[in-house]
């Protein structure tokens, strides 16, 4: 949906502002209507508020900032490697043990995610890669400090509960930096732009956020962080499906090798469950 608005030449942070304006309504209703699960501490909304702002602000931001410099295949190639990431700042700063079944998982699904994307890295080096890749990793690295940070304030605020005040804090955001920035009236784009806008807000921030929330609720982060790895598989589908993009034989070999380390990460887990 983000490549459909760039057709009618609307800039990065005014669709990130269409998309989270669009998107805050639905936060606020539930936020009234629902309450957290337990009394909180002032150190806890002060977490939930750093994590506002990395989780849907900062990573968004850099994540439409470094397309503007790099190829759509090789950022996504670099996006996810955030499954090891949240390992990582798990294991630094919560103390998660990393079993040898989710390193290989990570190992295995991130060399898939290699396969999928091998025939677009084609690099011009009058394009800013450089610039572009750091960009993109900064993405990467604030949505797995969210990821984290969420399997650790999720049980205290419950999942639907934090959900709704972390996106409602990334909305302000998006704001004020809209505000700060732009001069450009939000008004003055084509209708097309608006229904995206529309879209994107409730099909791929609001339903999959929530869904997220209960998935890290269920799974851990760092189970979720692997299970993430999906992403580029579904990219290609909907990308051959909606964009006319290609869909090639090495693409769908790499999507069976990002499965096999899903299934590699998680084998020991169902094994255990059935017992």
Same mark, same amino acid.
């Given at each position: ?134 960009? $993109? @990793? !900064? ?7 969210? %990821?984290? /940070? +969420?399997?650790?304030? #999720? ?85 051959? $499906? @909606? !964009? ?7 693409? %769908?070999? /790499? +999507?069976?090798?990002? #499965? ?16």
């Amino acid at each position: 949906m983000v490549k459909l608005a760039y057709q009618y030449d609307i800039d990065s942070i005014s669709l990130l502002l269409l998309r989270m304006l669009f998107a805050f309504p639905f936060y606020l209703v539930v936020s009234i209507v629902k309450r957290p699960k337990e009394k909180l501490q002032s150190n806890d909304y002060l977490w939930l508020l750093g994590l506002g702002m990395v989780g849907y602000y900062l990573a968004s931001y850099f994540d439409f900032l470094g397309l503007q410099y790099i190829k759509a295949s090789l950022e996504r190639l670099i996006l996810f490697i955030y499954p090891t990431l949240v390992l990582l700042l798990s294991y630094i700063f919560l103390g998660k043990t990393i079993t040898k079944k989710q390193a290989l998982g990570v190992i295995v699904t991130y060399i898939g995610v290699v396969i999928i994307f091998s025939n677009e890295l084609v690099i011009n080096q009058e394009d800013r890669v450089l610039y572009g890749a750091v960009l $993109i @990793f !900064l993405s990467a690295l604030t949505y797995a400090s969210y %990821l984290t /940070g +969420s399997g650790w304030l #999720i049980p205290k605020f419950g999942a639907t509960v934090f959900t709704s005040y972390a996106m409602m804090i990334s909305c302000a955001c998006v704001v004020m930096h809209y505000i700060y920035t732009k001069e450009v009236s939000i008004l003055s784009f084509p209708a097309e732009v608006y229904w995206i806008g529309l879209a994107m807000a409730f099909f791929a921030t609001v339903i999959p956020s929530y869904l997220i929330s209960y998935a890290i609720k269920i799974l851990g982060a760092n189970n979720f962080s692997i299970f993430g790895s999906l992403g580029p598989v579904s990219t290609i589908v909907l990308a051959y $499906i @909606f !964009l006319d993009e290609n869909l090639t034989v090495i693409q %769908l070999l /790499g +999507s069976v090798v990002v #499965i096999s380390g899903i299934f590699i990460a998680e084998k020991r887990k169902k094994k255990a469950t059935a017992g």
